[in-house]
């Protein structure tokens, strides 16, 4: 009669997956925060409309859309590692044209050559995105034992917030000593440097990877069922599951995505500079750093009911005072526009920190463990008809009304999600998210 091993201790789980994905995490994030909070005054500087630099963020709303499913596919025959490793290549590639050719558009007459290179930029960053967020997302829901999941993928969703913090201070200090498109370098320099550590420490075939070499005929079976089995009944059953639990997750995603489009638009509109709004996300981003633990620990202990409804009620609540403030404030000088956008973004990065790693905890919560990367592509790829939906309602808002009152429409859906949440999840996800089947 065989003995189980002893189980392996959370902190050692946790630090075997350091280099692998925690690491990379920090490094690809940090880049990809310098340059975003920036994108849209870019943007304007290469002459798009305010309600055009709106609308670019779109790009990542449509890969999100249609790039989890190919995403998972390509897993499915090449592996996570090669595929992130790949598209990490491409990043790089992408972000030293930039460097090059928008910035001569920005210091030079833009011409439209200038405005499709920053739309070709966008398109590599959404396809990459895609592939790095499923493939660590996978990796994760393998390596990660269930009764410490919510704190694995927290720590995760942690990783992404030091991102959010040295990222923008990174971005203004560079800015501050060179030039705007410099930022283009930096997004490349960090996104290298992942790209080795994934390529080193990603061991394909290792526990936790996406899928073993040479599985026994039995594991085979147990973790792939056949379609007749799976494919219809369980399928339906898991995509009713996911379809509500995501109706009231999703108002929280077209926050994080309309974030770094409205709250740097409206700085520029109450006259502050690249270099301010920076530093505003950075120093906001800290409040988010110091909630990743007590986050983890509540999800797993209370279950997710327990962060996710507060994660989407701060978060509306900080955007509807943003569109508050920047009406009453507006035009009282340097100061009050600084104190209308930093105020309600402390408020948002408290709502955002509490809810680190939810949405992907969720995805995991929801999916069953065979076949999971094909699950949660489908998973992705329903919320992403939330980030597609956001930067659409941001340029629609725009067309209409000041950037301010997209603030508030954003508030109000975050405060509707928390009512569903609150009401539907609680049953869902009972115990915290310890589901197996």
């Given at each position: 009669?065989?003995?189980?091993?002893?189980?392996?201790?959370a902190?050692?789980?946790?630090?075997?997956?350091?280099?692998?994905?925690?690491?990379?995490?920090?490094?690809?994030?940090?880049?990809?925060?310098?340059?975003?909070?920036?994108?849209?005054?870019?943007?304007?500087?290469?002459?798009?409309?305010?309600?055009?630099?709106?609308?670019?963020?779109v790009?990542?709303?449509?890969?999100?859309?249609?790039?989890?499913?190919?995403?998972?596919?390509?897993?499915?025959?090449?592996?996570?590692?090669?595929?992130?490793?790949?598209?990490?290549?491409?990043?790089v590639?992408?972000?030293l044209?930039?460097?090059?050719?928008?910035?001569?558009g920005?210091?030079?007459?833009?011409r439209?050559?200038h405005?499709?290179?920053?739309?070709?930029?966008?398109?590599?960053?959404?396809?990459?995105?895609?592939?790095?967020?499923l493939?660590?997302?996978?990796y994760?829901?393998?390596?990660?034992?269930?009764p410490?999941?919510?704190?694995g993928?927290?720590?995760?969703g942690?990783?992404?917030?030091?991102?959010q913090?040295?990222?923008?201070?990174?971005?203004?200090?560079?800015?501050a000593?060179?030039?705007?498109?410099?930022?283009?370098?930096?997004?490349?320099t960090m996104?290298?440097t992942?790209?080795?550590?994934?390529?080193?420490?990603?061991?394909?075939?290792?526990?936790?990877?996406?899928?073993?070499?040479?599985?026994?005929?039995?594991?085979?079976?147990?973790?792939?069922?056949?379609?007749?089995?799976?494919?219809?009944?369980?399928?339906?059953?898991?995509?009713?599951?996911?379809?509500?639990?995501g109706?009231?997750?999703?108002?929280?995603?077209?926050?994080?995505?309309?974030?770094?489009?409205i709250?740097?638009l409206?700085?520029a509109?109450?006259?502050?500079?690249?270099?301010a709004?920076s530093?505003?996300?950075?120093?906001?981003?800290?409040?988010?750093?110091?909630?990743?633990?007590?986050a983890?620990?509540?999800?797993?202990r209370?279950g997710?009911?327990?962060?996710?409804?507060?994660c989407?009620?701060l978060?509306?609540?900080?955007?509807v005072l943003?569109?508050?403030?920047?009406g009453?404030?507006?035009?009282?000088?340097?100061n009050?526009?600084?104190?209308?956008?930093?105020?309600?973004?402390?408020?948002?990065?408290?709502?955002?920190?509490l809810?680190?790693?939810?949405?992907?905890?969720?995805?995991?919560?929801?999916?069953?463990?065979?076949?999971?990367?094909?699950?949660?592509?489908?998973?992705?790829t329903?919320?992403g008809?939330?980030?597609?939906?956001?930067?659409?309602?941001?340029?629609?808002v725009?067309?209409?009304?000041?950037?301010?009152?997209?603030?508030?429409?954003?508030g109000?859906?975050?405060?509707?999600?928390?009512?569903?949440?609150?009401?539907?999840?609680?049953?869902?996800?009972?115990?915290?998210?310890?589901?197996r089947?």
């Amino acid at each position: 009669m065989s003995v189980a091993p002893p189980p392996v201790p959370a902190r050692q789980v946790l630090r075997r997956l350091v280099p692998s994905v925690y690491l990379p995490t920090v490094l690809e994030a940090s880049g990809e925060n310098a340059l975003l909070p920036v994108i849209p005054l870019m943007a304007l500087q290469l002459g798009f409309s305010v309600s055009e630099a709106a609308a670019l963020t779109v790009v990542f709303g449509i890969a999100s859309v249609l790039g989890p499913i190919p995403a998972g596919r390509a897993m499915s025959r090449i592996g996570a590692q090669r595929a992130i490793i790949v598209t990490g290549v491409l990043l790089v590639l992408a972000n030293l044209s930039a460097l090059v050719v928008l910035g001569g558009g920005m210091d030079g007459e833009p011409r439209p050559v200038h405005r499709l290179a920053l739309v070709a930029l966008l398109v590599v960053m959404a396809a990459a995105g895609q592939v790095w967020a499923l493939g660590r997302q996978t990796y994760l829901g393998t390596a990660l034992p269930a009764p410490m999941r919510a704190r694995g993928m927290t720590l995760f969703g942690g990783m992404m917030r030091i991102g959010q913090v040295i990222g923008p201070l990174l971005g203004a200090a560079v800015m501050a000593l060179g030039h705007t498109s410099w930022v283009f370098g930096l997004f490349a320099t960090m996104t290298a440097t992942a790209t080795i550590l994934v390529a080193v420490f990603m061991v394909p075939g290792e526990p936790g990877a996406d899928a073993p070499r040479h599985p026994a005929p039995a594991e085979r079976l147990a973790r792939r069922p056949r379609r007749s089995e799976a494919g219809h009944r369980l399928d339906r059953a898991v995509l009713a599951r996911m379809a509500v639990v995501g109706a009231g997750i999703t108002p929280v995603m077209m926050g994080r995505v309309n974030r770094p489009v409205i709250v740097p638009l409206l700085g520029a509109s109450l006259g502050l500079d690249a270099t301010a709004i920076s530093a505003i996300f950075g120093a906001t981003a800290v409040l988010e750093i110091a909630l990743v633990v007590p986050a983890g620990v509540l999800m797993d202990r209370y279950g997710r009911a327990a962060v996710a409804v507060p994660c989407s009620v701060l978060m509306g609540a900080g955007f509807v005072l943003l569109a508050v403030l920047a009406g009453v404030l507006g035009g009282t000088g340097t100061n009050g526009a600084v104190l209308a956008l930093l105020l309600p973004s402390i408020l948002i990065a408290i709502g955002n920190g509490l809810g680190s790693g939810i949405v992907m905890t969720l995805g995991i919560d929801t999916s069953p463990v065979h076949d999971r990367t094909r699950y949660l592509a489908w998973w992705n790829t329903l919320l992403g008809a939330g980030r597609l939906t956001a930067p659409l309602l941001v340029t629609a808002v725009t067309l209409l009304a000041p950037v301010a009152a997209a603030g508030a429409v954003s508030g109000v859906l975050c405060l509707l999600g928390a009512a569903w949440l609150g009401r539907t999840l609680p049953s869902l996800v009972p115990s915290g998210g310890t589901r197996r089947s």
